[in-house]
T-cell receptor, first 114, second 114 residues
Framework: AQSVSQHNHHVILSEAASLELGCNYS??????LFWYVQYPGQHLQLLLK??????LVKGIKGFEAEFIKSKFSFNLRKPSVQWSDTAEYFC????????????FGKGTKLSVKP | DTAVSQTPKYLVTQMGNDKSIKCEQN?????MYWYKQDSKKFLKIMFSYNNKELIINETVPNRFSPKSPDKAHLNLHINSLELGDSAVYFCASSHRGHGTGELFFGEGSRLTVL
């Protein structure tokens, strides 16, 4: 069965610090990979996605993620965080050609201190 | 225009009651989902419908019954509510034909069972 692991439960950073959130998945086949963000009190929004091609994908608000197939990883990065990045971040995976069932990690809460 | 809309946004009710949450999407998608987010922010799929047909039914108590009158609507009815049903329920939609698995989420319905 597919699963997604996010290593950090809660990350606390100061503004301008660099961010890397870990995500590993377990699935033997071809996958689509996603990062969603949930700002306090809001719904999930797509941050970025990987389907194929360049393993380094760029998303909104300066976020990027790198797919490393050999490590089954899809880590999220941002060179300089802002207070407004405070949110919950979810990594998710779906198998290519699946029913669209997205498997989510347990989320990482990011708190950015002004 | 809201792409995926859910009503109500907040619902407070007593144990044993029956309640419904409605969801509508205007994206022209053919697949809709219900996800449950528990108090620890963990997101888990409950149901998925494609063109009004049930395609995913995770291990969910029979008290939960989804209904899809057409492919733009997926409602969730819950009978005999229990304390453990307290959670945020997210509706989502996707275009299954794209095979990408990218979901578009509603703003969530926070259910509190007293």
């Amino acid at each position: 069965a597919q699963s997604v692991s996010q290593h950090n439960h809660h990350v606390i950073l100061s503004e301008a610090a660099s961010l890397e959130l870990g995500c590993n998945y377990s699935y033997g086949g071809t996958v689509n990979l996603f990062w969603y963000v949930q700002y306090p009190g809001q719904h999930l929004q797509l941050l970025l996605k990987y389907f194929s091609g360049d393993p380094l994908v760029k998303g909104i608000k300066g976020f990027e993620a790198e797919f490393i197939k050999s490590k089954f990883s899809f880590n999220l990065r941002k060179p300089s965080v802002q207070w407004s990045d405070t949110a919950e971040y979810f990594c998710a995976v779906s198998s290519r050609g699946s029913q669209g069932n997205l498997i989510f990690g347990k989320g990482t809460k990011l708190s950015v201190k002004p | 225009d809201t792409a995926v809309s859910q009503t109500p946004k907040y619902l407070v009710t007593q144990m044993g009651n029956d309640k419904s949450i409605k969801c509508e999407q205007n994206l022209g998608h053919d697949t809709m989902y219900w996800y449950k987010q528990d108090s620890k922010k963990f997101l888990k799929i409950m149901f998925s419908y494609n063109n009004k047909e049930l395609i995913i039914n995770e291990t969910v108590p029979n008290r939960f019954s989804p209904k899809s009158p057409d492919k733009a609507h997926l409602n969730l009815h819950i009978n005999s509510l229990e304390l453990g049903d307290s959670a945020v329920y997210f509706c989502a939609s996707s275009h299954r034909g794209h095979g990408t698995g990218e979901l578009f989420f509603g703003e969530g319905s926070r259910l509190t069972v007293l």
